[in-house]
């Protein structure tokens, strides 16, 4: 399989503040990709660099065989188009009903006529199991359903890469296995690449094709691979992270 | 007609070459069934590359547009796949309308404003009620006001505005002394400049702008601040851990707004008189001595403490009105610009109604 993204020598820093280095890895088109790490190991900051929001380093980002940098200046709009975001708190506008949010990248980029939006947004909705929920507010809705909205907004163009950032936090474990499961069905029909930002190793042990660890101290991916790879590495600080977890879970 | 077709009979066969075409000829296309009586429609989409859910999409509104014609609808060369994708999205049930916009009949609107309004203004009064409350245990107990906050609240709403509300008083100043020197000097009373200014600032304009002026930063940054705080939660949030809203949120507001704004009424005055003095002393030939002796003779103490006291008032107007529609913000960010305006709007009309009050009560009294 062709590589969708790939990552090379990156490099993040604000000012003189060194956010990550030495980051090397590539997503295959059509798979489930999960940024994994603690709590400030940079997860979100790699995310927003991959989307083009942040542009604070060095190193090259190629989407689809494309420097992100020469898209930016060129075709970042069309760029754009190819992408959904889902953000860690839904990011919906509080104004617009949950069809209305949905219909909004379609109104601007697909058609004009309202009533074959509206359409489009029903049927997105029906996908994340938010059918009949058209007319509701974000703020009418759990937090669980918004960011079932946001998926279904991130999907309205029809991406060919699809960036979730912390799908499950802050979610129940019945609501997460609901969203994992979500995920997984929506790569699956729409043959979408997921690349997903978490903590919840649960979710991605149940979901991801391949992963890789951010380390916080070390600023730098400490592991990569398949899930079952990356948890089985004998590196001390791959097992320390995952014992931390274990241990967070247990006093839970 | 962007759409090639042809008609075979009673069968009418479309050839689209990009869906946007079948919404853009609809009316037509309605228009040949009805006149050469189609029975079926043929829509061959050999000529689109992308099937997906906004071809179905189309296809679906196209259906249903022209179901009323009860004629049969053939989609050709699709693949298997986009006709189950289709019948999928045609089964969706459509929300009947949008609940954003729902119509009401003008009665129904009218009533439940009237009732929104009276219902407000109770929570309003309730509001102030409770403020003074708060208020009079900050006066018997002075500690528990946030000293820090109402320290940092008064240079945001008073140290900041100097430039702006210096600026603006000194422009008026100017303006007012400019504009009746043209009239002063006809009778050779270009000395009472000193007094118009002087005394116009000291009793209305000078309280009346700063006000206004402090409103419009001050009383909207309020507003728009509880409102953030109220979306976020962060208000429940204090409310549970047991801080009283009043005591620890607003107080602190209202007390460093009515401590600054008379303070920034001085300021004004003096700025405005500055204004004044250049106008008299470099266009109307006056001599310095003159134009402030002059001043001294009009003004008294009286005035300025009128404007003064006028100003306290005000700044109590100002801050309660600010603070209590940044607590009406209920879950949008939407609200919060609402809010925002309305705590201008309402802090400016408070002030002109409250200065016309006082007026005509210092006029029988």
């Known amino acids: ?252 | 007609m962007k759409i090639d077709y042809t008609i075979d009979g009673e069968t009418l066969s479309l050839l689209p070459t990009d869906m946007e075409y079948l919404l853009h000829d609809l009316g037509s296309i309605k228009h040949i069934i009805r006149n050469k009586k189609i029975k079926s429609v043929h829509l061959n989409l050999k000529n689109i590359k992308s099937f997906d859910d906004y071809t179905a999409s189309v296809i679906s509104y196209f259906h249903d547009n022209i179901k009323i014609f009860n004629i049969s609808l053939e989609v050709l060369s699709a693949p298997e796949d986009f006709k189950a994708l289709c019948d999928k999205i045609r089964s969706l049930q459509m929300p009947m309308g949008s609940k954003s916009k729902k119509k009401e009949s003008i009665l129904v609107t009218i009533g439940e404003k009237t009732f929104d309004t009276i219902y407000n203004s109770m929570k309003h009064i309730g509001y102030i009620g409770d403020l003074f409350i708060s208020l009079m245990t900050i006066v018997i107990r002075p500690k528990i006001l946030r000293k820090d906050e109402t320290v940092d609240l008064m240079y945001k709403v008073g140290v900041s505005a100097i430039p702006i509300v210096g600026l603006i008083s000194f422009l008026l100043g100017l303006i007012m002394a400019f504009m009746s020197s043209i009239q002063l000097k006809q009778f050779g009373a270009n000395i009472y400049v000193a007094s118009l200014v002087g005394l116009a600032m000291a009793r209305e304009l000078g309280p009346i702008m700063t006000s206004i002026i402090v409103a419009g930063r001050s009383g909207s940054a309020f507003a728009a601040e509880l409102g953030t705080m109220k979306i976020s939660d962060e208000i429940d949030a204090l409310t549970v851990m047991g801080f009283d809203i009043n005591k620890f949120l607003i107080l602190p507001r209202v007390i460093a707004t009515m401590i600054v704004l008379p303070i920034l009424t001085i300021f004004s005055n003096f700025f405005a008189n500055i204004g004044g003095l250049l106008v008299g002393v470099f266009i109307l030939n006056l001599t310095l001595p003159a134009y402030i002796n002059q001043l001294y003779i009009t003004l008294s103490i009286d005035d300025i403490l009128h404007g003064v006291i006028k100003s306290i008032i005000f700044a109590f107007l100002i801050a309660e009105i600010g603070c209590f529609r940044g607590l009406t913000v209920q879950k949008t960010t939407d609200d919060v610009g609402k809010a925002t305006t309305s705590a201008v709007v309402s802090g400016i009309f408070l002030i002109i109604l409250t200065d016309s009050i006082i007026a005509v009560l210092l006029t029988y009294i």
């Open chain 1, 1 to 252: 399989m062709e590589n969708i993204v790939e990552v090379r020598n990156l490099k993040i820093q604000f000012g003189e503040n060194i956010i990550l280095k030495n980051i090397n890895f590539s997503v295959k088109r059509g798979e489930i990709f999960a940024i994994i790490g603690g709590s400030g190991s940079g997860k979100t900051v790699l995310l927003k660099h991959l989307i083009g929001l942040l542009e604070s380093y060095s190193g090259e980002i190629y989407i689809e065989n494309n420097d992100l940098e020469k898209i930016k200046k060129k075709s970042y709009d069309a760029f754009l188009n190819e992408i959904g975001v889902a953000f860690q708190y839904g990011a919906l506008l509080g104004s617009l009903t949950l069809a209305e949010n949905i219909m909004l990248p379609i109104m601007e980029y697909k058609t004009d006529n309202e009533a074959v939006a509206r359409r489009i947004a029903t049927w997105k909705l029906s996908l994340v199991d938010l059918e009949g929920f058209d007319n509701y507010y974000p703020s009418d809705i759990s937090g669980g359903m918004k960011k079932r909205a946001s998926i279904a907004r991130a999907i309205a163009l029809n991406p060919k890469i699809l960036f979730l950032d912390e799908p499950t936090s802050g979610l129940d474990p019945i609501t997460s296995t609901e969203i994992d499961n979500l995920i997984k069905r929506l790569n699956k029909r729409l043959g979408t690449t997921i690349i997903l930002v978490t903590h919840d190793l649960e979710s991605v042990f149940s979901i991801a094709n391949s992963l890789i660890l951010l380390d916080g101290t070390k600023k730098t991916i400490i592991a990569k691979g398949t899930p079952f790879d990356v948890f089985s590495s004998s590196d001390r600080d791959v097992q320390k992270f995952f014992e931390r977890i274990k241990k967070s879970a247990v006093k839970l």
